[in-house]
């Protein structure tokens, strides 16, 4: 089933080794969506990952190498034409019937609309439980409630994504930054549930290695959306213990502590970083 839209659609797919299911993830969107414009990004494919898109008139980019997910969305990003980009990806799990969903919603007035996976849609446990965390660490800094701070599908108003590409790791972290980018820029972000299908072939994620990247990626993006939101607990923390600290010191040895007085400084040090952060990041988002 074909869905008229008023605003003309790139689809980017980022890939790597997925000749498996690349060229059925073409087929289907086609089936979709009238009009529309498919960039299949082949990030150092080492089968026909590339070929197989071609022979099912995509539009394709290669990397010369391997440079990461986030690097092929960029690179997908500049060349798509739209005046929507729908992210996607390649290995089967999105389902093409559910675009025209996210850009129902998008022409609603929104500028971002994340495929939200339901439950059962998470690749396995663990996954879902570090999702769970990243979606409340990232609900408490925005001050929304985020739904999946970490899905691949979305659909975005090309302009506005485009101005967030600078801050954007060429790795697997490209959803959290682009949807904290979104919320402190004060653009509109929404959420349509889905359900993600099994992928076709291995995942490319590591758990434990892309695991710990991503857990320093969710402090990164909240010093990125409000750094004083990290700082300030941190400097509070680090007053409270100086004071119990100088109270117990006190009234054992009626003395003031070197240690009291490192805890204070160091009390007062963080929060001034903090500080410092949250002018730097407002003058980033100044346009």
């Known amino acids: 089933m074909e869905v008229m839209i008023m605003l003309s659609v790139s689809?980017?797919?980022?890939?790597?080794?997925?000749?498996?299911?690349?060229?059925?993830?073409?087929?289907?969107?086609?089936?979709?969506?009238?009009?529309?414009?498919?960039?299949?990004?082949?990030?150092?494919?080492?089968?026909?990952?590339?070929?197989?898109?071609?022979?099912?008139?995509?539009?394709?980019?290669?990397?010369?190498?391997?440079?990461?997910?986030?690097?092929?969305i960029k690179t997908g990003?500049?060349?798509?034409?739209?005046?929507?980009?729908?992210?996607?990806?390649?290995?089967?799990?999105?389902?093409?019937?559910?675009?025209?969903?996210?850009?129902?919603?998008?022409?609603?007035?929104?500028?971002?609309?994340?495929?939200?996976r339901q439950k059962g849609s998470q690749a396995s446990w663990g996954r879902g439980i570090a999702n769970g965390f990243y979606n409340f660490f990232a609900s408490w800094m925005t001050g929304h409630r985020v739904k999946d701070l970490t899905s691949g599908f979305r659909v975005v108003r090309s302009e506005k994504f485009r101005e967030f590409l600078y801050l954007l790791p060429n790795g697997f972290s490209y959803p959290t930054t682009s949807t904290m980018a979104f919320f402190r820029a004060g653009y509109s972000v929404s959420y349509v549930p889905i359900h993600a299908e099994k992928r076709v072939g291995k995942s490319h994620i590591r758990p434990l290695r892309d695991g710990a990247r991503f857990l320093i990626i969710i402090f990164k993006i909240g010093t990125l959306f409000s750094p004083l939101k990290i700082f300030a607990p941190v400097a509070l923390l680090l007053?409270?213990?100086?004071?119990?600290?100088?109270?117990?010191?006190?009234?054992?040895?009626?003395?003031?502590?070197?240690?009291?007085?490192?805890?204070?400084?160091?009390?007062?040090?963080?929060?001034?970083?903090?500080?410092?952060?949250?002018?730097?990041?407002?003058?980033?988002y100044r346009d």
Request: hydrophobic share 45%; charged share 20%; net charge negative.
């Open 11 to 72: 689809v980017v797919i980022p890939a790597k080794n997925e000749e498996d299911s690349i060229g059925k993830v073409i087929e289907t969107i086609k089936e979709n969506i009238e009009k529309v414009e498919i960039i299949v990004v082949d990030d150092g494919s080492t089968d026909n990952t590339a070929a197989v898109a071609k022979a099912a008139a995509a539009k394709v980019i290669s990397h010369p190498y391997s440079k990461g997910n986030g690097a092929a």
């Open 77 to 116: 990003a500049r060349e798509a034409a739209g005046e929507l980009i729908v992210f996607m990806d390649a290995d089967g799990q999105h389902k093409a019937e559910d675009i025209s969903r996210l850009l129902a919603k998008i022409e609603c007035g929104n500028d971002m609309v994340v495929g939200a």
């Open 239 to 284: 007053f409270s213990l100086a004071s119990v600290w100088y109270g117990w010191t006190w009234w054992n040895y009626h003395r003031f502590t070197n240690m009291s007085a490192l805890l204070y400084t160091g009390s007062v040090v963080v929060f001034l970083m903090g500080l410092i952060s949250e002018q730097i990041t407002a003058l980033m």
